[in-house]
């Protein structure tokens, strides 16, 4: 069964930046697509970016050109570099196993960490 693990975050000022992962344990991450989505106190969760097993990209409109997915398969991680922040991306973010990824990010998937809390403010 794998399990994924977040890290990475922490508190920043707006305008800085943070890098989180996405490790995996008990399997490979080879071959599968891993998705960033992040839930705020009292709002839904929203996809944020998603990367393929082909490392295709996607990304959410509100962070697209600020926020960059890679995946390291060697490293079994998955990897969300995150600059420009602002307050409103203040939220926990957790990583995912969707089926697949898309333009449409997918907010179904079986297999989730327990997310790593990024709390931008002056």
């Known amino acids: 069964q794998v399990q994924l693990v977040e890290s990475g975050g922490g508190l920043v000022q707006p305008g800085g930046s943070l890098r989180l992962s996405c490790a995996a344990s008990?399997?490979?991450?080879?071959?599968?697509?891993i998705l960033w989505f992040r839930q705020a106190p009292g709002k839904e969760r929203e996809g944020v970016s998603c990367?393929?097993?082909?490392?295709?990209?996607y990304y959410a409109e509100y962070v697209k050109g600020r926020f960059t997915i890679t995946r390291d398969n060697d490293e079994n991680t998955v990897y969300l570099q995150m600059n420009s922040l602002k307050p409103e991306d203040t939220a926990v973010y957790y990583c995912?196993?969707?089926?697949?990824?898309?333009?449409?990010?997918?907010?179904?998937?079986?297999?989730w960490g327990q997310g790593t809390q990024v709390a931008v403010s002056a």
């Open positions: 995912a196993m969707p089926l697949n990824c898309g333009p449409t990010l997918p907010l179904n998937f079986a297999v």
């Open positions: 990367i393929s097993s082909r490392s295709n990209t």
């Open positions: 008990g399997s490979s991450l080879d071959g599968y697509a």
